[in-house]
């Protein structure tokens, strides 16, 4: 009598285990058509379904909300409901007070990304975070919430440093 008992008990986790898997896989290609890059399941998912979230966003200078955000709110925002950890408001304190500096090549998911692109100024004056590979989402001026390439010229040039957070 313990042996189909334990066959059913068996096949039952076998189904759940199935089911789960080709969800998970569904959500993994769902991702990667809406971020454009390949996503896996061993991958930050809830960063990147969290950044797909914001996709299309409009920017609005000092904005905060899906209505409309710019860099510093996004990455705030995208930080809170991801990790559960409150980053200051502008992209300077984000970079001066939160962050541990790190290198491009030790850049992983949920790093931020920090650039200069006034190109007169010295300092920092946009943040992004980084995602996977050479992509980072961020809140463009012209576009709105955005996938860039850190291999992008534009990008190149204005880059400052990478941080990890601070925990």
Not at 68 to 81: E, F, P, R, T, W
């Amino acid at each position: 009598m313990k042996t189909p008992l334990f066959i059913l008990a068996l096949c039952c986790c076998l189904c759940v285990s199935c089911r789960t898997q080709r969800s998970l896989t569904q959500k993994t290609k769902a991702l990667s058509h809406q971020l454009g890059f390949k996503v896996s399941r061993h991958d930050d998912l809830s960063l990147f379904t969290e950044a797909a979230n914001w996709l299309g966003t409009p920017y609005r200078y000092g904005g905060n909300t899906p209505k409309g955000v710019d860099c510093s709110g996004l990455v705030k925002n995208m930080y809170q409901q991801v990790y559960g950890i409150t980053l200051p408001r502008t992209t300077s304190a984000i970079a001066s007070e939160k962050c541990r500096r790190i290198s491009k090549s030790n850049l992983q998911s949920g790093d931020l990304v920090f650039f200069n692109t006034s190109g007169k100024r010295k300092g920092i004056n946009h943040t992004g975070i980084f995602l996977k590979k050479e992509y980072f989402i961020h809140a463009s001026t012209s576009k709105g919430v955005i996938i860039s390439s850190l291999k992008e010229k534009y990008y190149r040039k204005a880059w400052k440093q990478g941080g990890k957070v601070k925990r």
